[in-house]
Antibody
């Protein structure tokens, strides 16, 4: 059974940094792309970033490009999102997700329960 | 790129059918067969209901079906049940390697 468990969320001041983690189990982590998707309070879903199974290719939404960095550690079966220069508008629940197959990258099928990031002074 | 366009709300009585539309462009919905539909209940993570336009993951009732015509994808829920009341989001792969979501549709079972 695929399991994704996010952690690392919390309250941070504007301009601050935070690193989110997503612990994966139940599948061969290094074979699957991974993604981060966020949802601001009371709002819709927004894709944030994706990374290939090897980690060699990364993709970002324009809204976070240059501020967020996605990475993965296959020895720990863990996905990361390093967030810097945080803004109030980055406040959201952040979900990690993975596809159903090893071929696609942008096809979130399995989702974690999410971790809340609040950016406020 | 802009988000995909969904109606903010939809409704139907138990047993009826309801269709939710998702309109994009030729650079996303119309250009690729990577359209997805998610169901989200309050406080919960999204759940995949349809992938690659019309495929259903195991465990999803066959009352849920997906289709696409041109730049518009659709989710149809047949034989509405009270448990279908939720928010529904469409999503599509878009050119330049990104993923777009619709604004979401709140489905109410009357």
């Amino acid at each position: 059974e695929v399991q994704l468990v996010e952690s690392g969320g919390g309250l941070v001041q504007p301009g601050g940094s935070l690193r989110l983690s997503c612990a994966a189990s139940g599948f061969t982590f290094s074979s699957y792309a991974m993604s981060w998707v966020r949802q601001a309070p009371g709002k819709g879903l927004e894709w944030v970033s994706s990374i290939s199974g090897s980690g060699g290719s990364t993709y970002y939404a324009d809204s976070v490009k240059g501020r967020f960095t996605i990475s993965r550690d296959s020895s720990k079966n863990t996905l990361y999102l390093q967030m810097t220069s945080l803004r109030v508008e980055d406040t959201a629940v952040y979900y990690c997700a993975t596809p159903r197959d090893t071929v696609t990258t942008f096809s979130p099928a399995y989702w974690g329960q999410g971790t809340l990031v609040t950016v406020s002074s | 790129q802009s988000a995909l366009t969904q109606p903010p709300s939809a409704s139907g009585s138990p047993g009826q059918s309801v269709t939710i539309s998702c309109t994009g462009t030729s650079s996303d919905v119309g250009g690729y067969n990577y359209v997805f539909w998610f169901q989200q209940n309050p406080g919960k993570a999204p759940k995949l209901m349809i992938y690659e336009v019309s495929k259903r993951p195991s465990g999803v009732p066959d009352r849920f079906s997906g289709s696409k015509s041109g730049n518009t994808a659709s989710l149809t829920v047949s034989g509405l049940q009270a448990e279908d009341e939720a928010d529904y989001y469409c999503s599509s792969y878009a050119s330049s390697n990104n993923l777009l979501f619709g604004g979401g549709t709140k489905l109410t079972v009357l």
